[in-house]
């Protein structure tokens, strides 16, 4: 079992930055490749980024590309999302999300393990 808490989350204006934080805890974290996902009212849960075990590979669905950035700390059992330039349509909740595939997927069925989420609310 892997447990993850998310924190970080808030309310941001337009153009502002928050930086969201997952603490893992039980099996080893460096087996699994993280991903983080959000979900908005009404919508389904959406890749967002990932990074693979070691921290090498990044991964960004197109619309936060440059403006997001994923980071793991394996000492620190922590995985990262930087968010900046943030807009009113990144407005959802995010989950932290563990896999144990080598690669963090962009498929949400892949993962094993997720958070309870954290709200991030972006105002025009």
């Known amino acids: 079992q892997v447990q993850l808490v998310e924190s970080g989350g808030g309310s941001v204006q337009a153009g502002g930055s928050l930086r969201l934080s997952c603490a893992a805890s039980?099996?080893?974290?460096?087996?699994?490749?993280m991903g983080w996902f959000r979900q908005a009212p009404g919508n389904e849960r959406e890749f967002v980024a990932g990074i693979n075990r070691s921290g090498s590979s990044t991964y960004y669905t197109d619309s936060v590309k440059g403006r997001f950035t994923i980071s793991r700390d394996n000492a620190k059992n922590m995985v990262y999302l930087q968010m900046n330039s943030l807009k009113p349509e990144d407005t959802a909740v995010y989950y932290c999300?563990?896999?144990?595939?080598?690669?963090?997927?962009?498929?949400?069925?892949?993962?094993?393990?997720w958070g309870q989420g954290t709200q991030v609310t972006v105002s025009s």
């Open positions: 039980g099996r080893t974290f460096r087996d699994y490749a």
């Open positions: 999300a563990a896999t144990s595939s080598a690669l963090a997927t962009t498929n949400r069925v892949a993962y094993n393990y």
